[in-house]
């Protein structure tokens, strides 16, 4: 059974920097393409960043380019994404997912989900 457990969220000031964690248990971490993903309240979930499981073609949602990066480390079995430049737009529950297979920006081929952690934006 794989599980995917997030940290790091909280409230932060417009302009701060956050860095979330994604712990992932069960075998195989080093297989699995990861991304994050966040959800505000009444909107769509959001693509945010993605990364193979070898740690390259991380590739980023829109309305985060140049602002976050996803990274991981294999031997650790955890997936970071840094936020630097936070918006209130920003302001959403972030989550972690993990899949077999290529980096994908659609929510609905991911098979592993994290219970989300709480991001708020204060202006």
């Known amino acids: 059974q794989v599980q995917l457990v997030e940290s790091g969220g909280g409230l932060v000031q417009a302009g701060g920097s956050l860095r979330l964690s994604c712990a992932v248990s069960g075998h195989a971490f080093s297989s699995y393409t990861m991304a994050w993903f966040r959800q505000a309240p009444g909107k769509e979930r959001e693509f945010v960043a993605a990364?193979?499981?070898?740690?390259?073609?991380?590739f980023y949602g829109d309305t985060v380019k140049g602002r976050f990066t996803i990274s991981r480390d294999n031997a650790k079995n955890t997936v970071y994404l840094q936020m630097n430049s936070l918006k209130p737009e920003d302001t959403a529950v972030y989550y972690c997912a993990a899949r077999w297979g290529s980096t994908s920006s659609w929510y609905k081929e991911y098979d592993y989900w994290g219970q989300g952690t709480q991001v708020t934006v204060s202006s």
């Open positions: 990364i193979s499981w070898s740690g390259g073609n991380p």
